[in-house]
């Protein structure tokens, strides 16, 4: 049984644009309170992001890790820190996403079962050519069926997304697995500014 922090269904993502050591998350819940706190480290390889309850960094909820260093087809294991269960996979689709982003999500046995894209074609070529200046945009799409957004709001100093789970009404997205597909988009559109 998973958490039941991670029973939401909206959340924000603040992430400062300018640090050099540290890419620091602050994940917000629609009353304004945090809900989680995630940190990765700059110049990685190999990218080991881990999401926590707070601050703090004493209670580790989730451990997103790439299984590969540097790959452009790369896939991302999702595991809860307190189970040692694997939830899930997010593998990028490498040559789609050159001109718009697209995510496989996969289950525990990485057999897939949705897809994470973005929103336009039109909009992503834009957004390659005017360096970042139109916010993105995914839908999270599961079994066929529409379960989330992730909206980039554009803000110079400080990253605001919206991961909202809403149209998750059947509950057939596990939200851990949605949370660390807000965050693996996060950091890695970090990487590529």
């Known amino acids: 049984m998973a958490d039941p922090r991670f029973d939401v269904q909206t959340l924000t993502i603040r992430r400062k644009i300018f640090s050099l050591t540290n890419f620091k998350f602050h994940l ?22 881990r999401l926590y ?11 997103i890790h790439a299984r590969t260093i540097i ?9 809860d820190s307190k189970t040692g269960e694997k939830v899930g996979a997010l593998k990028r689709k490498g040559m789609q996403s050159m001109i718009k982003d697209e995510w496989a999500i996969l289950d525990n046995n ?4 949705g897809i994470i894209a973005e929103d ?3 909009l ?13 945009s995914y839908d999270f799409t599961l079994r066929g069926t529409m379960v989330g957004t992730f909206h980039q709001n554009f803000n110079p100093f400080v ?17 851990r697995l949605g949370i660390a597909a807000g ?3 996060s950091a890695l559109e970090r990487r590529q500014r």
């Open 110 to 113: 990485d057999a897939e079962i």
């Open 183 to 185: 965050l693996l988009l």
């Open 120 to 122: 336009s074609m039109p």
């Open 71 to 79: 790959d452009f087809s790369a896939i991302y294991d999702v595991m």
């Open 159 to 175: 990253e605001k997304i919206t991961l909202d789970f809403s149209a998750d009404t059947g509950h057939i997205l596990d939200h």
């Open 53 to 63: 309850s707070d601050e703090s960094m004493t209670e580790e909820l989730l451990n």
């Open 28 to 49: 917000y819940d629609p009353s304004g309170k945090l809900a989680f706190y995630s940190e990765m480290k700059a110049f990685k390889l190999k990218e080991d992001i």
């Open 124 to 136: 992503a070529l834009l957004r390659r050519f005017l360096v970042n200046l139109i916010p993105q």
